[in-house]
């Protein structure tokens, strides 16, 4: 990490919490963590639970994210939510393209970049998923994969609008697997998705990219993965449904940053 980035910890809770259940687990971690100034820290309940945590999130510095989000600003989309109604609901990160929206709701790289674009047009700070599948890995496909899912989930974004960008590199074999990619090898791909962003953005502007690792990030190995040049924080499934858990985590990250 470097000193001109802050670490971000973002918690993704998938389909899991209700109302009820999130207003109580973010009450957890605002009493562990709620406080913390030396690391960005989010996380993105249900839209069902967004409104509860909302409201548990009011005095402190963690910020409330959504996990998904249609590129329109309303109209006959059913089902769907917008941009603007998440700002309604004081929500300032988006998680977008995770690699189960691409998969199982057939997400494409054009769909990403309309909603990447809307977030920003709306102030939401998106958090862009990318990330190959084990088989891409083993056809040494992953650097291809990776550049293609950065270029065209970017495209037409500004350099001047990249402030609010968070990018996510997730390996989908690392994904809620218990395998984690080694502070090597995903500081490799780290690398590469930055110089990504140096082309279509300028170097200025790529320097500022915070770079998340997600992937099974737990307290165990979260100091090394964190430790990296280019890794800037964590996009956390499994690990930000306890709040000790997560809580650690970002206790990992204030350490490294001071
Ligand atoms: C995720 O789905 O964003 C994720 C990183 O999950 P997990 O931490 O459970 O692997």
Redesign the pocket.
């Known amino acids: 990490m470097s000193n001109s980035r802050k670490y971000l910890i973002a918690g993704?809770w998938?389909m899991n919490c209700n109302a009820g259940e999130g207003a109580a687990l973010a009450s957890e971690i605002v009493a562990e963590v709620g406080q913390q100034t030396d690391v960005n820290v989010c996380f993105c309940p249900a839209f069902t639970a967004l409104e509860t945590v909302s409201k548990e999130l009011s005095d402190s510095n963690i910020a409330l994210g959504a996990q998904n989000m249609h590129f329109e600003a309303s109209g006959a989309y059913t089902g769907e939510v917008s941009a603007e109604m998440l700002r309604h609901l004081f929500v300032s990160y988006v998680i977008l393209g995770?690699s189960?929206r691409r998969e199982y709701f057939g997400e494409t790289d054009v769909v990403v970049n309309q909603k990447t674009r809307a977030a920003l047009a709306a102030n939401l700070k998106p958090i862009v998923c990318v990330g190959e599948s084990l088989e891409q890995r083993e056809a040494d496909e992953t650097i291809a994969v990776i550049k293609t899912q950065v270029e065209a989930g970017l495209a037409g974004v500004t350099a001047e609008e990249s402030e609010a960008l968070v990018v996510a590199y997730?390996p989908i074999w690392?994904?809620?697997t218990g395998k984690t990619a080694t502070p090597e090898m995903a500081e490799a791909v780290h690398l590469e998705i930055r110089n990504c962003l140096a082309g279509l953005l300028g170097e200025e502007a790529a320097g500022k990219i915070r770079i998340l690792y997600?992937?099974?990030?737990k307290p165990e190995n979260a100091d090394a993965l964190l430790a990296q040049e280019n890794i800037d924080g964590g996009?956390?499934?499994?690990?930000s449904l306890k709040a000790q858990s997560f809580a650690s985590l970002v206790h990992s990250a204030a350490k490294l940053a001071q």
């Open positions: 993704n998938k995770h189960e997730e690392a994904i809620g997600g992937g099974s990030m996009l956390i499934g499994g690990a």
